[in-house]
């Protein structure tokens, strides 16, 4: 099973950036589909942007326009770009692998996001 290690988080004041990576321990050109998902404090777990094998951007409705994903097939890494932070967008984030969006087949362990306003 492939192995995901997240990094780049940390504590950032409203208006930020920061980048997350997300390195995976085998070749990811063939994987269909990575996502990142963030779980804020006391609540669900959920897909905050993901990008298919093609190279497809996909994105929840409240970061579209300021973050974005991207993937480096020869570095076995994924990207996730956060600009204009704000502090709804705290939580731990989550890097994932997939045969398709509902069926993930390997999470990270995370990595902290913290906006302070």
């Known amino acids: 099973q492939v192995q995901l290690v997240e990094s780049g988080g940390g504590l950032v004041q409203a208006g930020g950036s920061l980048r997350l990576s997300c390195v995976a321990s085998?070749?990811?050109?063939?994987?269909?589909?990575v996502g990142w998902y963030r779980q804020a404090p006391g609540k669900q777990r959920d897909l905050v942007a993901g990008?298919?094998?093609?190279?497809?951007?996909i994105y929840v409705d409240s970061v579209k326009g300021r973050f974005t994903i991207s993937r480096d097939n020869a570095k076995n890494t994924v990207y996730l770009q956060m600009n204009s932070l704000k502090p709804e967008d705290t939580g731990a984030y989550y890097c994932?692998?997939?045969?398709?969006?509902?069926?993930?087949?390997?999470w990270g362990q995370g990595t902290q996001v913290t906006v302070s306003s």
């Open positions: 994932t692998v997939g045969s398709a969006w509902d069926t993930i087949d390997a």
């Open positions: 085998d070749d990811i050109s063939s994987i269909n589909t």
């Open positions: 990008i298919t094998r093609t190279g497809r951007p």
